[in-house]
């Protein structure tokens, strides 16, 4: 089945800084590949996604890029605010609308 | 509207106790799904619904967890004799059944076994 890796698992940059998490993802198979954005106590909340006929989105300071045949994809955060700070699921999914999930990135902006 | 509604929020049991979590997806989202979180971890897969029957019950970690959604709309996930590792926020989502739609989560419900 799927497997996801997400590298860094923590993430520490100053206000104003750009923060790039980036994943690897095991099935080539996979087509869709959302981001979450999930604060403490909190549920997860769909920031971006992305799917396999696109190498990149944009939705104003954030973007993902995926690269099919390396089989990543990152997450690009721009002029980073401190209500970014949160931690940062990526997933991936083959079909069949079952997501499997990275282990996540706690991203700290200092202000 | 209303989003995905989770009840209880939080449930501490006994070990070797049965527990019910109740899901309330959005209106008109025939697709629902149940994952679990540990503490600094990912949600892990359990069980996901289209309509009524179980399209895909692959991440139930054994049978002691089950999971129902007899009218196509509220999901009950089920846990009996509960162990201290089941411990657990345990997340519903819905989505819109065509694929690859977004998931929409609840609030989770924050399970504690002692």
């Known amino acids: 089945g799927e497997n996801v890796e997400q590298h860094p698992s923590t993430l520490s940059v100053q206000e104003g800084d750009s923060a790039v998490i980036k994943c690897t993802y095991s099935d080539s198979a996979s087509n869709y590949f959302p981001w979450y954005k999930q604060e403490l106590g909190k549920r997860p909340q769909l920031i971006i996604d992305?799917?396999?006929?696109?190498g990149e989105k944009k939705d104003q300071r954030i973007a993902v890029t995926l690269n099919k045949t390396a089989k990543h994809f990152s997450l690009h955060i721009t002029e980073t605010q401190p209500e970014d700070s949160a931690v940062y699921f990526c997933a991936a999914s083959g079909g069949g609308n079952k997501l499997v999930f990275g282990a996540g990135t706690i991203l700290r902006v200092k202000s | 509207g209303a989003g995905v509604s989770q009840t209880p929020s939080n449930k501490v049991t006994e070990k070797g106790k049965y527990v019910e979590l109740r899901c309330d997806p959005i209106?008109?989202?025939?697709?629902l799904y149940w994952y679990r979180q540990s503490l600094g971890q990912g949600p892990e897969f359990l069980i996901y619904?289209?309509?009524?029957?179980?399209?895909?019950d692959s991440g139930l970690p054994n049978d002691r967890f089950f999971a129902v959604r007899p009218e196509g709309s509220v999901s009950t996930l089920k846990i009996q004799r509960t162990e201290r590792g089941d411990s657990a926020v345990y997340l519903c989502?819905?989505?819109?059944?065509?694929?690859?739609?977004?998931?929409?989560f609840g609030n989770g419900t924050r399970l504690t076994v002692t």
């Open positions: 989502a819905s989505s819109l059944i065509r694929q690859n739609s977004p998931l929409h």
């Open positions: 992305i799917r396999s006929n696109v």
């Open positions: 619904f289209q309509g009524t029957g179980a399209a895909d």
């Open positions: 209106s008109g989202h025939t697709a």
